[in-house]
C-alpha cells in the first residue's frame, strides 16, 4: 500500500466549477499535512497547509480528517489558471521528510 | 520565484555512466532535500543534508550519493546509470532541519538512453 494516496484523475471541468479531491495516508503517526501545486515541467510549488480545524485560502478549502487518515481540497470558482497537478503531502519523521502522492491532474476548460 | 537553483536544466547521459547535479540553496537555509520524480509519479525523497552531513535516506541504493558544502549548496551524484533513473531531480532547501517549508529548485531533467 503506498503512504500517501490519491485518485489520479484527470478532472475535467468549465470554469466556474467547484472541484475536490481527497487523499488518504497510511501513517497514523503523521503530523504535517500539505497540498502542493505542480505545473507541466516546473518544480511543486507549496499551495496550502492541512489542519485539523480546516482552513481556508480564498477559494480554496483544506480539511484534514485525522480519525479517518483523510485529506481534502477543495476548489471553488475554478479558473482556467487552476488547471495543474495537485499534490498531497505529508510530512514524516523528525525530519524534514516529504512523503508525497502521485498527484491529481485538473484541467479547467472555458 | 524561490531563490533555489539548479543545474544543468537537463542532462543526457548513457547507462553506465556518472553523473553529478548541483543545487544552490535559498540565502541562509541549512538543509537541502532531494527529490527524484519520475513521469506521472510525485515526489520520492532520496535524502537529505543539514549542516554538510547526511540526515536522513530514502529507499534509494548507495550509487545515490550526495555532498553538502560550507555555503550550504549540494550535489547529487549517481552512479552506474540505469535506465530507470530517468527522472526530474529536485532539490528544495529550508531554513531549518525540522521546519516543514521546504522551497523547491525548477529540476534537472535527466535521460539515460
Known amino acids: 500500500r503506498k503512504e500517501v494516496e490519491q485518485d489520479p484523475g484527470p478532472f475535467n471541468v468549465p470554469e466556474g466549477a467547484t472541484v475536490a479531491f481527497n487523499c488518504t495516508y497510511s501513517?497514523?503517526?503523521?503530523?504535517?499535512f500539505f497540498w502542493y501545486r505542480q505545473d507541466c515541467r516546473k518544480e511543486p510549488k507549496l499551495l496550502m497547509s492541512?489542519?485539523?480545524s480546516g482552513n481556508e485560502d480564498g477559494r480554496f478549502t483544506a480539511q484534514l480528517n485525522r480519525a479517518s487518515q483523510y485529506i481534502s481540497l477543495l476548489i471553488r470558482d475554478s479558473k482556467l489558471s487552476d488547471s495543474a497537478t495537485y499534490l498531497c503531502?505529508?510530512?514524516?519523521?523528525?525530519?524534514?521528510?516529504?512523503?508525497f502522492g502521485a498527484g491529481t491532474r485538473l484541467a479547467v476548460h472555458p | 520565484e524561490t531563490g533555489v537553483t539548479q543545474s544543468p536544466t537537463h542532462l543526457i547521459k548513457t547507462r553506465g555512466q556518472q553523473v553529478t547535479l548541483r543545487c544552490s540553496s535559498q540565502?541562509?537555509?541549512?538543509?537541502v532535500s532531494w527529490y527524484q520524480q519520475a513521469l506521472g509519479q510525485g515526489p520520492q525523497f532520496i535524502f537529505q543534508?543539514?549542516?554538510?552531513?547526511?540526515?536522513g535516506r530514502g529507499n534509494f541504493p548507495p550509487r545515490f550519493s550526495g555532498l553538502q558544502f560550507p555555503n550550504y549548496s549540494s550535489e547529487l551524484n549517481v552512479n552506474a546509470l540505469e535506465l530507470d533513473d530517468s527522472a526530474l531531480y529536485l532539490c528544495?532547501?529550508?531554513?531549518?532541519?525540522?521546519?516543514?517549508?521546504?522551497?523547491f529548485g525548477p529540476g534537472t531533467r535527466l535521460t539515460v538512453t
Open positions: 543534508y543539514y549542516r554538510e552531513e547526511e540526515n
Open positions: 503531502v505529508v510530512l514524516s519523521g523528525g525530519y524534514n521528510k516529504l512523503i
Open positions: 540565502s541562509g537555509h541549512n538543509t
Open positions: 501513517n497514523s503517526a503523521s503530523q504535517s
Open positions: 492541512v489542519y485539523s
Open positions: 528544495a532547501s529550508s531554513l531549518k532541519r525540522e521546519g516543514y517549508e521546504q522551497y
